[in-house]
C-alpha cells in the first residue's frame, strides 16, 4: 500500500493586523460588495474599521497564497460584539471559508470577554449563520438597500 500523502490545508484565516492585511481583507470587501452587491463604497469602508479586528482568509495553492476572504469585529460601547463585512470571494464560495471566518472572529469575541454576537444578516445569508448557532429575531429592514435581519448567537467558552 502506497504511504498516505497529507493534503496540506487549502484555506486558512489569520488575524490582519499589519497594514498590507487589512488592504487586502478591503480589496476582499470591495470585490463582493461594492462590484457584486453594489454597496456604495463610502458606506462599505467606513469609521468602525479604524478599530474593528479584521481577519482574512488565504487559498493556498502551489507555495503561493491569495487573500479570499474578510470579516471583522466590532467592540460597541458596553462591550457587545458585534460580526460584519463577512464576505468570500464568489469562485470561493461552500468550500468552508465562512464557516472558518466566523470561529476564527467568534475566538477573539471570547478572548476579549465577549458572551454574546449579533449580526445584521443579510437576507439571503441567514441559512449560513444559523448553520453556525445564529437566531434571527426583529422585522426585516434596509441597509445599502440590502433587506436584513438582526442575528444573535450566545457564546460559549470552547
Ligand atoms: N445557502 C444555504 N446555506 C448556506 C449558504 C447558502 N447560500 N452558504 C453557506 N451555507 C451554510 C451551509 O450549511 C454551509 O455548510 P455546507 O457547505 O457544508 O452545507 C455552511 O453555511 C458554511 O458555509 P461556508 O462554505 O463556510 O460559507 P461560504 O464560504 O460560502 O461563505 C458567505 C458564506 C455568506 C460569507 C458567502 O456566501 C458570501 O461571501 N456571500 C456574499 C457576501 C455576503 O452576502 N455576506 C454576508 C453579509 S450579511
Known sequence: MP??????PRYSVV???SAEDRAQAFDVRVTVFVVEQLVPQEEELDAWDDTAYHFLALFH?????????????????GGAGKIGRVAVLRRHRRHGVGRLLMAAVEAQARRLGIKS?????????IPFYEALGYSAEGPVFLDANIEHRLMRKQLHAT
Open 117 to 125: 454576537t449579533k449580526l445584521d444578516a443579510q437576507l439571503h445569508a
Open 61 to 77: 495553492s502551489s507555495g503561493a497564497q491569495e487573500a479570499v476572504g474578510a470579516a471583522r469585529l466590532v467592540v460597541l460601547a
Open 15 to 17: 488575524a490582519a493586523t
Open 3 to 8: 504511504p498516505s500523502v497529507q493534503e496540506p
